[in-house]
Nanobody, 123 residues
Framework: QLQLVESGGGLVQPGGSLRLSCVAS????????IGWFRQAPGKEREGVSF????????YYADSVKGRFTISRDNAKNRVYLQMNSLNAEDTAVYYC????????????????WGQGTQVTVSS
């Protein structure tokens, strides 16, 4: 069974940091680009950050540029999203998703999804 599992979400104060992790089971991530998406209540799903299968290409949405860093460790079959300087607008359920080789920005271009992890930024 091909599966992605996110972890690392939680409650954090404004200005704080979290590191999300996405691990694959049932397949290896070597040939897959990964996207991190988020969805807040009443809002559309938003692409946050993307990384190609090799890790050589990365993309950040303007809303997170300079604060979030995406990385991958193919030996561990994991992709990470380091989130710094968090603010209330970052509150959402965060999902990782996989598609072959190159990333695309639209969520409906991805083949595999995790169940999501909640990130809440509040004092």
């Amino acid at each position: 069974q091909l599966q992605l599992v996110e972890s690392g979400g939680g409650l954090v104060q404004p200005g704080g940091s979290l590191r999300l992790s996405c691990v694959a089971s049932g397949f290896t991530l070597d040939d897959y680009a990964i996207g991190w998406f988020r969805q807040a209540p009443g809002k559309e799903r938003e692409g946050v950050s993307f990384i190609s299968s090799s890790g050589g290409a990365r993309y950040y949405a303007d809303s997170v540029k300079g604060r979030f860093t995406i990385s991958r460790d193919n030996a561990k079959n994991r992709v990470y999203l380091q989130m710094n300087s968090l603010n209330a607008e970052d509150t959402a359920v965060y999902y990782c998703a996989a598609r072959k080789y190159t990333y695309l920005l639209k969520w409906n271009e991805y083949d595999y999804w995790g169940q999501g992890t909640q990130v809440t930024v509040s004092s």
